[in-house]
Structures are given as structure tokens and as C-alpha cells.
Nanobody
Framework: QVQLVESGGGLVQPGGSLRLVCSAS????????VAWFRQFPGKEREFVGATRQTGTTHYSDSVKGRFTVSRDNAKSTVYLQMSTLKPDDTAIYFC??????????????????WGQGTQVTVSS
């Protein structure tokens, strides 16, 4: 059974950086497209960024230029490097794995596997 685990969340000051890590057990993430979503209180999960099996990356407009998704297939790990963080980035961040088609990359229903989430708080 494939399981995803996120780590790396925490409290950071505005303008700071954090790196989230998504690790898989039971299968290799090289076999999946992997996306990061975030969820604000009382809101639906929001697409942040993704890396397809080919290694290409896609981002939401709100994080483009500040966040970077990358993968290390040898370690079955996907990273979300977050820079220039803002208080509005405060949310629970989830990684998800699946085989979405390109046009549905931002749809959380296209991802079969989910981690438990990690809290990111941006505050002074």
C-alpha cells in the first residue's frame, strides 16, 4: 500500500523560506505525477504546484516565481521549496500523487494518494 508523508512545515517569518518534503513508501514516486495543494480554514484545497512524471512543472499564479517543485526519483521524494513567504501562504499543505491528464492537473479529484498534511504558518 502506497503512503505519502509530508514534513518540513513550521513557523516562519514573512519573507522567509521553508522546504516541504513529500516521501513515499510502498511504491516509487517516479511512477506518479505529484502535486502540492494547500487548504485554508473553511476553504477547498487549492492547487499550488505539480511535477509530472516527465519532470515538467506547473504552478498557480499566486506562487509562481516564489515556489519551486522538484523531484528526486532515486529517493522517491518530491520537494516544495517556498521562498518570499507571505502571511497569506499560511495553510495546511498536502502532497498528492496520481496520473492526471495535463488539463486536469489542478483538480484534486485527479489524485488518488494523499499525505496527511503539514502546517505552514507565516507570521512575525
Amino acid at each position: 500500500q502506497v503512503q505519502l508523508v509530508e514534513s518540513g512545515g513550521g513557523l516562519v517569518q514573512p519573507g522567509g523560506s521553508l522546504r516541504l518534503v513529500c516521501s513515499a513508501s510502498g511504491d516509487s514516486l517516479r511512477n506518479y505525477g505529484v502535486a502540492w495543494f494547500r487548504q485554508f480554514p473553511g476553504k477547498e484545497r487549492e492547487f499550488v504546484g505539480a511535477t509530472r512524471q516527465t519532470g515538467t512543472t506547473h504552478y498557480s499564479d499566486s506562487v509562481k516565481g516564489r515556489f519551486t517543485v522538484s523531484r528526486d526519483n532515486a529517493k522517491s521524494t518530491v520537494y516544495l521549496q517556498m521562498s518570499t513567504l507571505k502571511p497569506d501562504d499560511t495553510a495546511i499543505y498536502f502532497c498528492a500523487a496520481g496520473h492526471p491528464i495535463l488539463s486536469a492537473l489542478r483538480d484534486p479529484q485527479m489524485y488518488r494518494l494523499w499525505g496527511q498534511g503539514t502546517q505552514v504558518t507565516v507570521s512575525s
